[in-house]
């Protein structure tokens, strides 16, 4: 059966579009992690010599021998000094500034730097008594100084770090001035970009190995997936497939009950038919349309009795075994007369070894008598039926091969259901031959028809012959 209900497709692109979408977004998170980690290594790299010069200087306000440091501290000279004692720590010191409690620039060192001013979040943070460090990548020491300088004449970018420390006595909350330090942040700047360099690889090895971790899992969902649609398109077509035998069983159910019935209302007329035929025969009426008559009667009730045989047969529990070579020997005792009326030599041949019980070797009969007596019916006089039981992979194959003129393909879509057949009959034999096959376990298919003639083929499952060979 080749129709089936198609599912709806994915699109090619759309799994190489959702992984680019996955790794975008991965790398979008690990971008974002990694620039909040740089952001607070590189603050604390750069709050680092301010966190350092600011216990400098506790340490340096802490009460010992000196009197009166808290009021030597009110002298913008002494600040001055403080702050530049403290500088002495770091290398790399450009200048100091220096600015009273509300920001207001007081004086530098050398004299030569500018005055310089502070924005209002540094001055809030300062009078809070905390540390604040600004670091610029490409300040221009000439802006910083008075023209006329040495250092003025410097144009080039270069980086700057910028220290303002809190300036108030030891155990008091209250700024008496603030001091900012300005130091040569190439080694800072050095420092940051080793940060970036390390955060980069770091980054980008991470979203490499994620992007493969996840190419693998996606591409083994994906698999999963096709592999689970592929499951479901078999069993919808499965599904179809007994759908379809339903309804055919339907159809030739009623079909047989409807045999049924006529087999049981046509034996007895049929009978007492022949038998006065027979005596008319007697009473010297021998013309030859008389005698087709007394054979197409006798052909009728020897229908009618086969059939009786096989429903009794299956009736009874009695069970016996054949071979398939002496079911080829009854076929072809049964099929001799019709061939020889139709002028056509049927040739039967067995050329497999197996055993069948006796009601599925019933069924085989009736389907091989009805395949025949079609095909005897298509085949010119003078020609050849051949009927073949063969070995074959999975089982048994019994064919039926005419020399007739093709099976119409008209027909073909309808071809086991009761509709006209190629030889102007009805087509039930087909359909019943079908639903035959289909409750033994066979399968009954048209396996080549073109203008030389037909083969039917009737392939009887292994586990068949292996059911008679098990209870032998």
């Known amino acids: 059966?080749?129709?089936?209900?198609?599912?709806?497709?994915?699109?090619?692109?759309?799994?190489?579009?959702?992984?680019?979408?996955?790794?975008?977004?991965?790398?979008?998170?690990?971008?974002?992690?990694?620039?909040?980690?740089?952001?607070?290594?590189?603050?604390?790299?750069?709050?680092?010599?301010?966190?350092?010069?600011?216990?400098?200087?506790?340490?340096?306000?802490?009460?010992?021998?000196?009197?009166?440091?808290?009021?030597?501290?009110?002298?913008?000279?002494?600040?001055?000094?403080?702050?530049?004692?403290?500088?002495?720590?770091?290398?790399?010191?450009?200048?100091?500034?220096?600015?009273?409690?509300?920001?207001?620039?007081?004086?530098?060192?050398?004299?030569?730097?500018?005055?310089?001013?502070?924005?209002?979040?540094?001055?809030?943070?300062?009078?809070?008594?905390?540390?604040?460090?600004?670091?610029?990548?490409?300040?221009?020491?000439?802006?910083?100084?008075?023209?006329?300088?040495?250092?003025?004449?410097?144009?080039?970018?270069?980086?700057?770090?910028?220290?303002?420390?809190?300036?108030?006595?030891?155990?008091?909350?209250?700024?008496?001035?603030?001091?900012?330090?300005?130091?040569?942040?190439?080694?800072?700047?050095?420092?940051?970009?080793?940060?970036?360099?390390?955060?980069?690889?770091?980054a980008g090895g991470a979203w490499l190995a994620g992007s493969a971790l996840l190419t693998g899992v996606f591409a083994w969902a994906w698999r999963?997936?096709?592999?689970?649609?592929?499951?479901?398109?078999?069993?919808?077509?499965?599904?179809?497939?007994?759908?379809?035998?339903?309804?055919?069983?339907?159809?030739?159910?009623?079909?047989?009950?409807?045999?049924?019935?006529?087999?049981?209302?046509?034996?007895?007329?049929?009978?007492?038919?022949?038998?006065?035929?027979?005596?008319?025969?007697?009473?010297?009426?021998?013309?030859?349309?008389?005698?087709?008559?007394v054979a197409s009667t006798g052909r009728m009730r020897q229908i009618i009795q086969e059939v009786v045989r096989v429903l009794a047969e299956e009736n009874c529990t009695d069970d016996y075994e054949i071979t398939l070579a002496e079911l080829a020997e009854i076929f072809s005792q049964k099929i001799a007369a019709p061939a020889q009326a139709a002028g056509v030599v049927c040739d039967v041949r067995a050329e497999a070894d197996g055993h069948l019980n006796n009601r599925h070797a019933n069924l085989v009969l009736l389907i091989l008598d009805n395949l025949a007596r079609n095909a005897l019916q298509v085949t010119p006089r003078g020609r050849r039926v051949r009927v073949r039981v063969r070995t074959a992979p999975g089982g048994v194959v019994c064919q039926v091969a005419d020399e007739g003129p093709g099976y119409p393909a008209a027909l073909r879509d309808r071809l086991f259901l009761p509709c006209p057949s190629r030889h102007g009959g009805n087509g039930i034999g087909l359909a019943i031959s079908h639903q035959l096959a289909s409750q033994m376990g066979a399968e009954l298919d048209l396996a080549k028809t073109d203008a030389n003639g037909c083969i039917f083929e009737l392939t009887i499952p292994s586990a068949r012959l292996a059911e008679a060979l098990a209870k032998s």
């Open 224 to 293: 999963r997936l096709q592999h689970s649609q592929a499951l479901l398109q078999a069993r919808t077509t499965r599904l179809l497939h007994a759908n379809h035998e339903l309804s055919l069983t339907a159809r030739t159910g009623a079909l047989g009950a409807v045999t049924a019935h006529l087999v049981h209302g046509l034996s007895n007329p049929l009978a007492n038919l022949q038998a006065f035929m027979r005596a008319q025969q007697d009473k010297g009426l021998a013309g030859e349309e008389w005698q087709d008559l």
């Open 1 to 202: 059966m080749n129709e089936h209900l198609p599912l709806p497709r994915t699109p090619r692109w759309a799994p190489w579009l959702l992984l680019a979408l996955a790794l975008a977004l991965f790398g979008a998170a690990i971008g974002a992690g990694t620039w909040r980690l740089r952001r607070s290594l590189g603050d604390q790299l750069i709050n680092r010599d301010g966190d350092l010069l600011n216990a400098v200087a506790q340490a340096r306000l802490l009460p010992g021998g000196e009197t009166n440091l808290a009021v030597r501290l009110q002298n913008p000279a002494e600040q001055l000094a403080l702050v530049l004692n403290i500088s002495q720590i770091m290398d790399g010191v450009l200048a100091v500034r220096l600015f009273d409690s509300g920001g207001t620039f007081v004086t530098a060192f050398p004299a030569e730097v500018a005055e310089g001013k502070l924005t209002m979040r540094t001055v809030t943070a300062l009078q809070q008594l905390h540390t604040v460090s600004r670091y610029r990548s490409r300040a221009v020491l000439g802006a910083e100084f008075f023209p006329g300088t040495a250092a003025a004449m410097a144009t080039n970018p270069t980086p700057l770090l910028e220290v303002n420390l809190p300036i108030h006595a030891h155990g008091q909350d209250r700024l008496l001035a603030s001091a900012q330090i300005m130091v040569d942040a190439q080694p800072l700047q050095r420092a940051l970009a080793a940060l970036d360099y390390d955060l980069g690889w770091q």
